[in-house]
């Protein structure tokens, strides 16, 4: 079973009553706190925590993801939270489909697509930026192949923040952070420290 397909996702969001924490990504918080509230994408939505946050903040969301279970998953969260009215979610296979609504923020956290639809998928994530919105994209940087958390079969995926970069004409974006910063992670009651990707630019 392919691990982008509706069906992997289907069945590990319905392994158990979460997979995830239940709180926003520290990436998003930090990055999107401050900018003006509009209309948000939240890409890979997964069970709705970085949704909530963002229409608690003021945005207007929609989230998307391939996993039926975790759309359910993510609207009961945004119910259980009072926000369903700030909030909309939606199935979208981006490797079949990358059209996306045009939104002042599309938010991608941990979007780890196989490497010959990168292009065509980030780049579709940029072009639905609106003038004057943000693209804010979170990710496992290449150094975090030698903790031993992520899964090796799947390190290849794993990207610096000039793989995104490239594909931003600088005529038609400010690209206001672009690095590689750390986070310290418990893992079986030891602490890890990881790296993440992060790119925030700014469509002129």
């Known amino acids: 079973m392919s691990h ?8 590990r969001y319905a392994a158990a009553h979460h997979i995830w924490s239940g709180n926003p990504n520290p990436r998003l918080v930090e990055h999107a706190t401050g900018l003006a509230p509009g209309t948000a994408l939240d890409v890979g ?12 903040a003021g ?4 989230g998307i993801d391939i996993s039926r279970v975790a759309l359910d998953k993510a609207a009961r969260h945004a119910e259980e939270a009072g926000v369903a009215e700030r909030c909309t979610f939606a199935r979208v296979d981006l490797l079949a489909d990358p059209e996306l609504p045009r939104v002042d923020l599309v938010s991608a956290q941990f979007l780890h697509v196989p490497d010959e639809h990168f292009t065509a998928v980030y780049g579709a994530l940029a ?12 990710a496992h940087h290449p150094a975090d192949a030698a903790t031993g958390l992520r899964n090796p079969e799947l390190s290849h995926l794993l990207f610096g923040p000039e793989k995104v970069t490239a594909l931003l004409d600088p005529a038609d974006w400010d690209v206001r952070v672009a690095g590689r910063f750390p986070r310290e992670v418990v893992k079986d009651g030891e602490t890890i420290s990881v790296s993440d990707t992060v790119v925030l630019a700014v469509r002129r």
């Open 45 to 56: 939505c997964g069970e709705g925590a970085d949704a909530v946050w963002l229409a608690r």
């Open 4 to 11: 982008w397909s509706a069906e992997f996702w289907d069945e």
């Open 127 to 138: 072009d639905a930026v609106l003038p004057g919105g943000a693209l804010l994209v979170g």
């Open 59 to 62: 945005w207007q969301v929609t």
